[in-house]
C-alpha cells in the first residue's frame, strides 16, 4: 500500500478508509492523499466477515522480508 493514493487502493464492498495516522498527526482521508511508510489507516468495516480480507489486503508479501 505504500506509495499508493487512498484511491488507488481497492477495498472490499462496505469498507473505508476514515482517517491515517502519521506521527503525531490525523489525516482525514481523501483519494489523493499518499500512504507513506509507518502510516496507520483507520478502517470502517460495515461487514466483519470481511476483515480477513482486508488484512491480507494490507499483509507484507514474503517476497518483502
Not at 18 to 40: C, F, K, T
Request: hydrophobic share 50%.
Amino acid at each position: 500500500m505504500v506509495g499508493k493514493t487512498l484511491g488507488q487502493i481497492d477495498l472490499p464492498l462496505g469498507t473505508n478508509i476514515g482517517a491515517i495516522v502519521r506521527g503525531n498527526d490525523v489525516i482525514i482521508a481523501h483519494d489523493d492523499v499518499l500512504v507513506e511508510p509507518d502510516d496507520h489507516l483507520i478502517l470502517f468495516l460495515v461487514d466483519k466477515a470481511r476483515v480477513s480480507e482486508v488484512e491480507k489486503l494490507f499483509q507484507a508479501p514474503f517476497s518483502f522480508f
